[in-house]
């Protein structure tokens, strides 16, 4: 029976999880959220790397054999870190989908929605270096939008507003695709697709992020569908949030 272990800062990586079920529905699933320590999107980088060994330490125990790091924040700290410290584990991890938005876009102009740690992070520099001389690449934190999802505020007046703030920024400036660069805001795609209209494409990276768990699956010699479904959710805080979001699902 093959274990596909994911983390998250909180409840977001759920919006991968959705996605892994749906393309990898026989397979045994333990689910790892960090609420007592959400968000992470402006803590230090040493302090989620060092959350990350901790939380892979656990997946591992829970028989992991791949671990899908389902937070865009948790990639840019701390992957490469747990590539090296666990060579024989496979991570997968988040990347804003720069490329197809940049492949997409009829106005020239991107918009990219990510926590602070991501939009610093070498791996987004870099992503976004590579694209930038074609097309312009305009970014805004989703303020706030974490402690919605969270906090279960999916839609409703204080949803609107808040995330308002952040969007409204990105179309002013032209952008006619967003990226969801935060596993947190596909739950808030709702409300963005509202405010952007029904011509600004939003891009949720998390299929292709799926789709690249299979790939390693199979090149790792990791077998696929070999157990009924099943998941186990675990969290570091009271749970109410995980059990919420995962109802929602
Ligand atoms: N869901 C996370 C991400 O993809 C983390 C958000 C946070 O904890 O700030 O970046």
Known sequence: ??????????????????????????EHYVFFADNANCPYG??????IRERGRAITDILLALGADLIVVACNTATAAAISTLREEYPEV??????????????GTKSGVIGVLATAG??????????????????????????????LVENG???????????????????????DILVLGCTHYPFLAPVIR??????????????????????????????????SFSVDLYS?????????IFNYL
């Open 42 to 47: 402006e803590k230090p980088a040493s302090f």
């Open 90 to 103: 496979p991570f997968i991890g988040m990347e804003p989908a720069v490329k197809p938005a940049a492949l």
């Open 1 to 26: 029976m093959s274990t596909i272990g994911i983390f998250d800062s909180g409840s977001g990586g759920l919006s991968v999880y959705r996605e892994l079920v749906k393309l990898l529905p026989d």
């Open 194 to 227: 509202r405010i952007a209209g029904p011509d600004v494409r939003i891009i949720d990276p998390a299929p292709a992020v799926a789709r690249q768990t299979l790939r390693v699956m199979k090149e790792r010699g990791i077998p696929v569908g070999d157990t």
């Open 153 to 175: 505020i999916l839609d409703g007046e204080e949803a609107e507003k808040t995330v308002r703030a952040s969007v409204q920024p990105l179309l002013d400036q032209g952008a």
């Open 118 to 147: 991501t939009l610093k992070g070498s791996k987004y520099l870099n992503t976004r270096g590579q694209y930038e001389d074609n097309v312009k690449i305009v970014e805004h934190v989703g303020q706030g939008f974490v402690e």
């Open 236 to 244: 570091s805080g009271d749970g109410t949030s995980l059990k919420r």
